[in-house]
């Protein structure tokens, strides 16, 4: 089964600062998922990538399938973007998540 | 934007009292999933949902859990006993198919008591 580890755990960072939260997962896989939980619960899938590189606005997530690792970066933070930020990999398999990575980010 | 819709969005329930969660996915998509968050805990899977029948199930998912699909717009989740420890967010979701991008409901808080 694979074990899917985030890090940090929790992250405070100042409005306008770059942010980024890493994934890592012990047994490949066919895709990985990064998730935004709202502050009320509700998951908004953010990006679902299987190599390289993706870009949405001022969020951007890589993975390095050698490495079982992929990072999310967030450009230029602002208080809206405070959430828990969670992966989640599968490999044809039923999604294995992570423990969330809780981002506050101050103004 | 089309989205994956839930009720109720909490419901306090007696042990034991059976409890459906209801959904309903996104029109087009195929393929339907129940998740399930403890408080404080991971998410974690419980069940996949394709042509009519469970495709997947986790170990969570024993007798006292069923899925259906009683009409072509909603996927229910029925707990038949509840007990104290099926207290979580339960989260539908629902995808075009495998391996695609999973769009999630905004969730259904179960608080048994």
């Known amino acids: 089964k694979n074990e899917v580890e985030q890090s940090p755990q929790n992250l405070t960072a100042q409005e306008g600062e770059f942010i980024t939260i890493n994934c890592s997962y012990s047994?490949?896989?066919?895709?990985l998922h990064w998730l935004q939980q709202h502050p009320g619960g509700g998951i908004v899938s953010l990006f679902m990538?299987?190599?390289g590189k993706k870009k949405h606005g001022r969020l951007i997530a890589t993975i390095n399938i050698q490495e079982k690792h992929s990072s999310l970066h967030i450009t230029a933070s602002h208080p809206r973007d405070s959430a828990v930020y969670i992966c989640a990999v599968t490999g044809n398999t039923p999604l294995v998540f992570g423990k969330g990575t809780r981002l506050s980010v101050i103004a | 934007e089309p989205e994956v819709t839930q009720t109720p969005s909490h419901q306090v329930t007696q042990m034991g009292q059976e409890v459906i969660l209801r959904c309903v996915p996104i029109s087009n998509h195929l393929y339907f999933y129940w998740y399930r968050q403890i408080l404080g805990q991971k998410v974690e899977f419980l069940v996949s949902?394709?042509?009519?029948?469970?495709?997947?199930k986790s170990e969570i998912f024993d007798d006292q859990f069923s899925v259906e699909r009683p009409d072509g717009s909603n996927f229910t989740l029925k707990i038949r006993s509840t007990k104290l420890e099926d207290s979580a967010m339960y989260f539908c979701?629902?995808?075009?198919?495998?391996?695609?991008?999973?769009?999630f409901g905004e969730g259904s808080w179960l608080t048994v008591v």
């Open positions: 047994v490949g896989i066919s895709a």
């Open positions: 979701a629902s995808s075009t198919g495998q391996g695609n991008t999973i769009y």
């Open positions: 949902f394709y042509n009519n029948e469970i495709s997947e």
């Open positions: 990538l299987s190599s």
